[in-house]
């Protein structure tokens, strides 16, 4: 499967709805992000049971100001809906699918009991439950 574009409109909804999402933000003036690009490409036809999001941060600003995009290229790793992995940097073949190896061989019910115990840890603290789980 080919990677999909991204956008304030659909990025959510891909994120909740599929099992595996890995999202690229880039921009067109970025060499960085061009040479990521056909990595990206490639990955994504080989692993069909992942959905490959792009997000152009020049057409969607808001949403890489949401994410807390500073640098370009991004790749970010969501799985069950939850942030896995974020990383600035163009990444080689190998790298990325080291990446997906791991999206894949997480334990997300221990990952849900530690961002459990990490809300209720911030809930009791008087911080609300905004952990933000990461990588």
Do not use: Y
Request: with cysteine; aromatic share 6%; net charge negative.
């Amino acid at each position: 499967m080919a990677s999909t574009t991204l956008t304030a409109d659909n990025f959510e909804k891909t994120v909740l709805g599929e099992d595996i999402v890995l999202v690229d933000f880039w921009a067109e003036w970025c060499g960085p992000c061009r040479q990521f690009a056909p990595v990206f490409e490639a990955a994504s036809e080989q692993h069909d049971d992942i959905v490959f999001g792009k997000v152009d941060t020049e057409a969607e600003q808001a949403l890489a100001a949401a994410a807390n995009i500073t640098s370009i290229p991004t790749l970010m790793a969501f799985r069950d809906g939850i942030l896995v992995f974020a990383q600035p940097g163009a990444l080689p073949a190998s790298a990325l699918q080291q990446v997906i190896d791991g999206v894949r061989g997480l334990d997300m019910d221990a990952i849900r009991a530690e961002i459990a115990a990490d809300q209720g840890t911030d809930q009791g603290a008087g911080q609300g439950g905004d952990a933000t789980p990461g990588a």
